[in-house]
């Protein structure tokens, strides 16, 4: 995944600017990012990345929650990354945000105790999602887990139907294996242990998976 083939938050950059309060409105955010940051047992000091941070709601929460814990967000998208840098302007907390290259994340291996991802993977292709889960494994600690909030397998029908209106926005070709209810097979072929869907969110676009993962 370079930096010239990325999807961005709602495919096109001119709604970027709206992604936050779409989601605010459409979305359990609150419910699945507390979950999601809850589940991740951050202690003390904990390095902590936020894989594809968007505008960086899910890092601010973290950091609020936890204001001892190092907190970094990274994504490809430098517009969406600008959004972001404009809100933690009058954030109590410092939060570090980087711009890659979507090739390599731009760390040494073992520097993170946990990473989280929320609503990303649905934007990367079987390849891109596999290098991506590859490199996160290299980044994480050898104790460290990987928590993932996206699209999951959906639980009936309705939910079925629903997805389709993200896959016309956002591209069959990155969403079929989220709804098909691979991500945990992605996990398991990346190297990554004790995958388990912790929890499942209906929503009005489909079903929402929680998703955990040791190194």
Not at 61 to 77: E, I, L, Q
Not at 127 to 152: S, T, Y
Not at 190 to 214: C, D, Q
């Amino acid at each position: 995944m370079s930096n010239t083939t990325y999807i961005p938050a709602l495919r096109f950059n001119w709604l970027t600017k709206v992604y936050d309060p779409l989601i605010q409105w459409t979305m359990p955010e609150k419910q699945f990012k507390n979950d999601l940051i809850r589940e991740a047992g951050i202690e003390t000091e904990f390095h902590v990345l936020d894989f594809g941070c968007g505008t960086a709601t899910l890092s601010m929460m973290t950091k609020w929650k936890y204001p001892s814990a190092f907190v970094t967000g990274v994504d490809v998208d430098a517009e969406v990354l600008a959004i972001a840098q404009h809100k933690l302007r009058n954030f109590p907390y410092p939060i570090r945000l980087d711009q890659y290259d979507g090739m390599k994340l731009p760390y040494p291996d073992e520097t993170f105790d946990r990473v989280i991802s929320s609503l990303v993977f649905h934007h990367l292709t079987p390849i891109q999602k596999a290098k991506a889960l590859q490199d996160i494994k290299r980044v994480l600690k050898f104790d460290g887990e990987l928590f993932i909030a996206d699209w999951g397998k959906a639980e009936n029908s309705l939910m079925r139907g629903l997805f389709y209106g993200v896959q016309l926005l956002d591209g069959f070709k990155t969403t079929r294996d989220n709804v098909a209810g691979l991500m945990p097979s992605y996990l398991l072929e990346a190297g990554f242990l004790s995958v388990k869907v912790l929890k499942k969110y209906r929503t009005v676009f489909g079903t929402l998976e929680l998703f955990r993962a040791k190194k």
